[in-house]
């Protein structure tokens, strides 16, 4: 019954809220990566994806471009580039 | 089983017969026996449920949501300013389609305060979408309690129930009540198995934000529902009556209305009084008849005209009044009428707790052989009302 | 399916404003409890943002009721887990400082004198974010809100922080603390911790708001890092009343941390103000015992 607004979970991921990138994005240039972890630790999207040791990608069609993960990177290996 | 009890452990006893997991409440007189003896239960292990001593009355509601919405039976009780209090809860708890029962035991609302019977806090929650019902004596508050979970917890309704008793009336009044066994309860009512809840094994979001794309039409699914409410509660009552032997729940009770030419129309325990009234006016040779009205949410609006489309004189008294217009069932009675209407008199009375007694209902009729009225106050101390500003000295 | 929606149990859809430092700490809390978690969030920026219908960005189990019952109905539901024997799945309330600290006291109260095993999270962005940056009970001394706007008269609001740490704390629970999303490590300790309490516990967590602080989306969490530093925001942990561990830190002056904030912006050009400022940051790292070498 239509009622009390119920949701699966997850159902979020049908907001494909990487159009909301205007100025920048984040460009990982996988030089020199740590694989310390913390930009995906800490990413407010939660869509930095592992996909190899020592190597990290964002999923563009949810980065709405903050910059935290150019911020919190210790080897400076991820740059905030204009957004195309 | 046949004990003689007061309204509230009649309550009490039909809650603990329903094993619900969660009772939470906040002391409120005349409420305060039903949990009193619930927590009684629950000491001497004869009620396995998890019983929270809440900090307030909105924290009681919330407390009982959260059972519900985790898929455990839930019970709590409450009047007046406690149920004014949680009416946002309450609000919240018809949104999210949960199928709570709530006994209110009637009382009058501050200010002034005032510990004694009406209905204005009942009738304050009527737009609530919660279905509500109004007790005659302790047998129908005892037996009411399994038939409300059974309805409430139908799959295509999920809607609470809140049951009105009159408080010291009824909550502190001893009457006889037969208290069935387990087994017959078990058979009539299973166990609660809600389509929704909140399960680590099936994680779902509950109670999202609504815009206005997708609200109007949540409210309009529980005006669907309670429409369908008015059809299922007559099956109800009938299962209860072949599983107990006696009358189930309904959405009104005629007595003495098919030969009348007069009806009163009301609610609640002066509805006893009533009764007793009409066999004496009855006696006296006026034709008379009571309606009762059982279901107040959602409105019997067709069992109502078919009972009194034609009747002479209808007097609808009512512990209610909307201040500003007329009682509150006044007015959802008038607006059944359009042509060819009954002479329809509304009376406010017993607000506060003033007794209704026989002089109040012979007065009723007096004042209706003088003219139509629509919001007569009955038994109003004139005497006090005398001066602008009343300070007693 | 992305990894990252399989990684977490709060993911990527919602629609919190660019750097919330609020999605980082929401996130970080349930991962860290794990997927047997059920929620109870009160009506605030990180309930309407993750759960515009039909969207919900939660994985486990998760319900919102009103503004100030999160306690209540967290209290309802573990009330109804024990009532059915299931062990092991942790029932946590969410709120924001308003929802914490004003509307939500009296139900939060109840939870803890009551005992019941719930986590309380307080999400502190320091004043009533969702309906337009209005000051709350947490909203910290001098700071500009909608409703304690900086003018010529006011200097933003006028009262010190609520003290909620130490209210709960008084109630002799087994934990209550603060963290900070600026030090996500430690809010992950603390939170991994409080789950292996039985018993109510409340992790007040710094959540930096570059809407309504006034600040650029890069620097949450460099603002985040600065509140602690400064002695603003002392991260604390209390057991049974006792305060019994304190983030020790290597002072900076509260100026690097106020600099970036539009809504401490007025205190730049008063000097008398900024002072009174930096003896609330000082009179928290006496009464702490705050400095000392920064320990990472």
């Avoid at chain 2, 309450?90 to 005032?114: D, H």
């Avoid at chain 2, 999920?158 to 069935?180: A, K, R, S």
């Avoid at chain 3, 929802?99 to 307080?122: K, N, P």
Wanted: glycine share 8%.
């Amino acid at each position: 019954m239509f009622g009390p607004l119920v949701a699966k979970p997850g159902s979020s991921k049908n907001n494909q809220t990487g159009s909301w990138r205007m100025l920048k994005k984040p460009k990982f240039l996988h030089k020199n990566c740590v694989g310390c972890g913390m930009c995906k630790l800490i990413c407010p999207e939660a869509c930095i994806d592992k996909k190899d040791k020592n190597f990290y990608e964002p999923d563009y069609s949810y980065c709405k471009g903050c910059g935290l993960c150019s911020y919190v990177c210790p080897k400076k290996d991820i740059i905030m580039v204009e957004e195309e | 089983m046949k004990k003689f009890l007061e309204g509230s452990h009649a309550v009490a006893e039909a809650v603990k017969l329903c094993k619900p997991g969660v009772i939470s409440a906040y002391p409120i007189t005349p409420q305060t026996h039903i949990v009193e003896r619930l927590a009684e239960f629950i000491s001497n292990g004869e009620l396995n449920a998890q019983f929270v001593n809440v900090e307030s009355e909105h924290s009681a509601a919330s407390v009982v949501l959260g059972a519900e919405a985790a898929g455990v039976r839930a019970f709590t009780a409450t009047s007046s300013q406690g149920l004014i209090l949680m009416s946002e809860v309450l609000f919240n708890i018809a949104g999210l389609r949960l199928p709570l029962v709530l006994v209110c035991a009637n009382r009058a609302l501050s200010s002034p305060i005032n510990i004694w019977n009406d209905h204005q806090d009942a009738v304050a929650l009527r737009d609530s979408g919660w279905i509500q019902f109004f007790v005659e004596n302790n047998q129908e508050v005892h037996d009411f309690i399994y038939q409300a979970y059974r309805l409430a917890e139908n799959p295509k309704i999920m809607l609470p129930v809140m049951i009105n008793m009159d408080g010291y009336i009824l909550t502190h009044g001893m009457e006889p009540v037969d208290i069935p066994s387990p087994t017959e309860v078990d058979k009539f009512l299973p166990p609660y198995n809600p389509p929704y809840k909140l399960d680590v094994d099936n994680p779902l979001s509950m109670g999202l934000l609504g815009d206005p794309t997708v609200y109007l039409e949540t409210r309009y699914a529980i005006q669907k529902t309670l429409e369908d409410v008015l059809k299922i509660i007559p099956e109800v009552g009938k299962e209860f009556e072949s599983i107990f032997k006696r009358k189930g729940i309904d959405l009104v009770e005629k007595y003495k209305i098919d030969d009348a030419e007069n009806v009163i129309v009301a609610m609640g325990s002066v509805c006893g009084t009533i009764k007793d009234f009409v066999d004496k006016k009855r006696k006296e040779g006026l034709s008379l008849g009571l309606l009762k009205i059982i279901t107040y949410r959602p409105f019997p609006k067709e069992e109502i005209f078919n009972s009194l489309k034609d009747k002479r004189d209808i007097f609808v008294l009512e512990k209610a009044i909307s201040l500003g217009n007329e009682g509150p069932l006044y007015t959802e009675i008038k607006s059944l009428f359009n042509a060819k209407p009954p002479n329809i008199f509304g009376f406010i009375a017993g607000l506060g707790g003033r007794d209704v007694t026989f002089n109040t209902l012979e007065k009723m009729l007096e004042v209706a052989k003088k003219g139509k009225v629509r919001s007569y106050f009955l038994d109003v101390n004139y005497s006090l009302l005398k001066e602008e500003f009343f300070i007693y000295e | 399916m992305s990894d990252h929606f399989k990684d977490h149990l709060f993911v990527s859809g919602h629609t919190a404003c660019s750097g919330c430092g609020q999605a980082i700490a929401a996130r970080l809390v349930v991962d860290s409890l794990g997927k047997d978690t059920i929620v109870c969030n009160a009506t605030g920026c990180l309930e309407v943002f993750s759960t515009k219908c039909p969207q919900s960005s939660w994985c486990i189990p998760w319900i919102h009721s009103l503004f100030e019952n999160a306690a209540a109905v967290a209290s309802g539901i573990e009330a109804a887990l024990k009532y059915l024997g299931k062990k092991n799945i942790k029932v946590c309330a969410f709120a924001g400082d308003g929802g914490t600290s004003d509307i939500g006291l009296q139900a939060l109260s109840g939870m803890l004198e009551r005992g019941h095993d719930v986590l309380f999270c307080c999400f502190d962005n320091e004043a009533y974010m969702n309906t337009g940056i209005q000051r709350s009970g947490l909203t910290p001394y001098e700071a500009s809100t909608t409703t304690s706007p900086a003018g010529k008269i006011w200097q933003g609001n006028w009262r010190p922080k609520k003290p909620v740490v130490e209210i709960c704390a008084a109630h002799f629970i087994p934990y209550a603390a603060s963290a900070s999303v600026g030090f996500p490590q430690d809010l992950q300790r603390k939170i991994k911790k409080a789950a292996s309490i039985s018993g109510p516990k409340y992790i007040q967590i710094h959540c930096p708001c570059p809407l309504g602080w006034g600040f650029d989306s890069s620097l949450t969490l460099e603002i985040a890092k600065n509140a602690v530093l400064s002695g603003l925001y002392p991260l604390v942990e209390y057991e049974y009343g006792k305060l019994t561990k304190v983030f020790k830190i290597s002072k900076k002056p509260v100026i690097e941390y106020i600099k970036p904030q539009r809504r401490f912006r007025h205190l730049l050009k008063d000097e008398k103000a900024l002072k009174k400022l930096q003896e609330v940051a000082d009179k928290n790292i006496e009464y702490y015992g705050l400095e000392k070498e920064v320990e990472k």
